[in-house]
């Protein structure tokens, strides 16, 4: 059995049986698929002899703290285009920046107008002009060698599974699983955010047809929750006592469970969730709930 695998004690209907696959535990603060992500572009970065890694991101984001925090192990600076110009004076009241920026990171906060400019080259001359010469991790970590990081997710033991089941966000890591799952496995994607451009997103990346996008459980979108899924993750961590974050995971294992409800996979299926890790915006959302008076998650990660 493969040593990041936990099968579930909860007994399903139609003798269905769910595992989940760790990745929440590769690394304490750069968990789950943005280790994966980040592996062969810092490998990248060495051999081309950069010493600054550049990104971008939202004030959430598991991307933002984990390219932060990889950088500072690797000897590498690091800088953060942080989208929202009125982020600058909140970096205290923001576990996210305020742990990236103790890694070191530094910031630049930029209007979401100007953030839309991200990939264009001109924005990015722009960039190296202010920086000088850097290392290019584009928004959410996906490119080809993000992708040959995430097709290491699922190894030999693992092909017992009849379904897949990972959280998307940009789509990188659900085409690494696609790329390495067998021809008799289906992988299910559950996207974080609302949005037809997924699908084409991910054909750019894979060649099989053996999967499939369930766009029903972003709850209104990215970064959006409600009272019910809070619970949920609650729940979950009390009967299982597997944390799950609530921007990624925590509506991906809520899809599925709804699903099994619903009779949608065949008896005897042998289901495998990934879990991507993120636990970190926890804390974050936490902040948010509070202040809007609402249930928190009750989760110490
Ligand atoms: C970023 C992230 C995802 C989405 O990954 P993509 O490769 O962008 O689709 C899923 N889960 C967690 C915990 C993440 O941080």
Redesign the pocket.
Known sequence: MNALNQKLQIIFPNSIAVTIKRE?LLHPVV????FR?LKYNLLQAKAENKKTLLTFGGAF???IA?VAFAAQEQGLQSIGIIRGDELRDKIDSNPTLQFAQECGMQFEFISREEYRLKSESSFLDELKQQFGDFYLVPE???NAL?IEG?QEILTDEDSAFDYIC???????????IINSALPHQKVL?F??LKGDF?QDEIRIFVQNQNWELLTDYHFGGYGKVNEDLIYFINQFYIENQIPL?P???GK?VFGVMDLIQKNYFPAHSNILL??????Q?IFGMNERLKNKQLPTINIDV
């Open positions: 929440d968990s789950g698929n943005k992500k984001s598991n991307h984990a959410g970590g996906t993000a995430c990972c959280a998307v966000g940009t789509g990188g890591t659900i085409s690494g994607g996207p974080a997924l974050d921007v990624y995971t991906m990934i879990h991507t890790g993120g636990l915006g």
